[in-house]
C-alpha cells in the first residue's frame, strides 16, 4: 500500500502542504524498499529525514501560529513534541538493534497514522485560522 498525497490532505496553506508533500514522498520511499527488500538501508535514511522534517516544519508551524495569535497553540504544540517524542524513541531503536522489520513497520505505522490524523484534526482548524487572518 503506498502512502501518497491526495488533495483530501490539503490545508489550503502552501507552506504547510508542500512539507506536509515531501512527508509522504519519503514515508512512501520507505514502503517501497520494504516491498523491494532495500527497507533495511532506506530505515536510516528515513529516520534522518523525519528528524529533519520535525525540526523543520514544527518551528515553522508553530511560528505561523505565535503571529497569528492562534489559540490552539498550546495543545498543536503538545502534539509535536509527542512526535518528537515518539521519533526520538525510534531513532534510539535503530541505533541500538539496527533497522529490525519491527522497526521498520512502527515507524512506518507511527508516521502514517499520526500524519494523517493530525492534518485532518490539528493542522486543518489552523489553516482555518491563518486563512482568516489573512489581511
Known amino acids: 500500500m503506498a502512502v501518497s498525497w491526495d488533495p483530501t490532505l490539503?490545508?489550503?496553506?502552501?507552506?504547510?502542504?508542500g512539507q506536509h508533500e515531501q512527508l509522504?514522498?519519503?514515508v512512501d520511499a520507505l514502503l517501497q524498499a520494504i516491498r523491494s527488500g532495500r527497507s533495511r538501508e532506506e530505515v536510516g535514511r528515513t529516520l534522518a529525514f523525519l528528524a529533519d522534517y520535525v525540526q523543520t516544519h514544527f518551528t515553522a508551524e508553530?511560528?505561523?501560529m505565535r503571529a497569528s495569535a492562534y489559540p490552539g497553540y498550546a495543545?498543536?504544540?503538545a502534539e509535536h513534541e509527542g512526535f518528537s517524542r515518539d521519533l526520538a524513541t525510534l531513532e534510539e531503536d535503530h541505533r541500538r538493534n539496527g533497522p529490525?522489520?519491527?522497526l521498520i513497520l512502527r515507524v512506518n505505522?507511527?508516521?502514517t497514522s499520526w500524519l494523517r490524523e493530525h492534518?485532518?484534526?490539528v493542522d486543518r482548524p489552523l489553516a482555518e485560522h491563518l486563512r482568516a487572518a489573512r489581511p
Open 119 to 121: 492534518i485532518h484534526r
Open 109 to 111: 505505522a507511527r508516521v
Open 24 to 26: 509522504f514522498l519519503h
Open 100 to 102: 529490525s522489520a519491527g
Open 62 to 64: 508553530e511560528a505561523l
Open 10 to 17: 490539503s490545508t489550503g496553506v502552501p507552506a504547510i502542504d
Open 75 to 77: 495543545e498543536h504544540h
